[in-house]
């Protein structure tokens, strides 16, 4: 994937049959301990399933995950929106992109379409993030993406031997309609993460068309 920096990926719903290339996201401890907080031990197969069962009932209205796919059906990374409150209408995003898909933009603009997705599509007012204090790639992104970092959890994050600050970031609809447009304007359309399979329209990453 590295050499491949251009073309049209696509956001697609999570599918059971997509755990057995998930599960080794799962298997790598440095990862783990850069991205996921709660997790400390790789999974194996079974594990992954009992984690993400959740993902696929019908009944979960409070948790949607997508699979970020490049055009000759691999899957390179997962954007996901968790507890969505429709009291409050907030939620928490998570992005991850496997190493080799990395630093090409992809997960920059599947995050920013998800971010469209939760504010014009699910209605929400407010989407929070964390991140350990030293991943830079996540620091970078969630910036990308107009978050303001909105406090500092103390030696909230145990990994690698040591405890590390976690970073608390948070985007409001009203400042990502402003944002959104500047971002769509930086970014070129050499690559494009598109919602489903039909060709890049409204809900792309850059928006493509006159409604975007």
Same mark, same amino acid.
């Given at each position: 994937?590295?050499?491949?920096? $251009?073309?049209?990926?696509?956001?697609?719903?999570?599918?059971?049959?997509?755990?057995?290339?998930?599960?080794?996201?799962?298997?790598?401890?440095?990862?783990? #301990? !850069?991205?996921?907080?709660?997790?400390?031990?790789?999974?194996?197969?079974?594990?992954?399933?009992?984690?993400?069962?959740? #993902?696929?009932?019908?009944?979960?209205?409070?948790?949607?995950?997508?699979?970020?796919?490049?055009?000759?059906?691999?899957?390179?990374?997962?954007?996901?929106?968790?507890?969505?409150?429709?009291? +409050?209408?907030?939620?928490?995003?998570?992005?991850?992109?496997?190493? +080799?898909?990395?630093? !090409?933009?992809?997960?920059?603009?599947? $995050?920013?379409?998800?971010?469209?997705?939760?504010?014009?599509?699910?209605?929400?007012?407010?989407?929070?993030?964390?991140?350990?204090?030293?991943?830079?790639?996540?620091?970078? !992104?969630?910036?990308?993406?107009?978050?303001?970092?909105?406090?500092?959890?103390?030696?909230?994050?145990?990994?690698?031997?040591?405890?590390?600050?976690?970073?608390?970031?948070?985007?409001? +609809?009203?400042?990502?309609?402003?944002?959104?447009?500047?971002?769509?304007?930086?970014?070129? +359309?050499?690559?494009?993460?598109?919602?489903?399979?039909?060709?890049?329209?409204?809900?792309?990453?850059?928006?493509?068309? #006159?409604?975007?």
């Amino acid at each position: 994937m590295q050499d491949k920096t $251009t073309g049209t990926f696509r956001l697609r719903p999570v599918e059971k049959s997509d755990l057995e290339v998930i599960a080794p996201w799962f298997q790598d401890v440095e990862d783990l #301990a !850069l991205f996921d907080r709660t997790s400390r031990i790789p999974f194996n197969q079974s594990q992954t399933e009992e984690i993400w069962k959740d #993902a696929f009932s019908p009944d979960n209205g409070c948790k949607c995950w997508f699979v970020v796919e490049s055009s000759d059906g691999n899957a390179l990374g997962m954007a996901g929106i968790e507890a969505i409150s429709t009291v +409050n209408r907030d939620a928490v995003i998570a992005m991850f992109v496997e190493k +080799n898909a990395r630093r !090409l933009g992809i997960g920059l603009r599947a $995050t920013a379409l998800l971010i469209d997705f939760a504010f014009r599509q699910l209605g929400l007012n407010r989407l929070t993030s964390y991140y350990r204090v030293d991943n830079q790639s996540s620091r970078d !992104l969630v910036a990308r993406v107009g978050c303001q970092i909105e406090g500092t959890m103390r030696q909230a994050w145990f990994a690698d031997g040591k405890f590390h600050d976690m970073i608390v970031v948070g985007v409001l +609809n009203q400042d990502w309609m402003k944002h959104r447009e500047t971002l769509a304007q930086e970014l070129s +359309n050499d690559i494009v993460v598109t919602f489903g399979t039909s060709a890049p329209g409204v809900w792309s990453w850059p928006p493509q068309g #006159a409604e975007s």
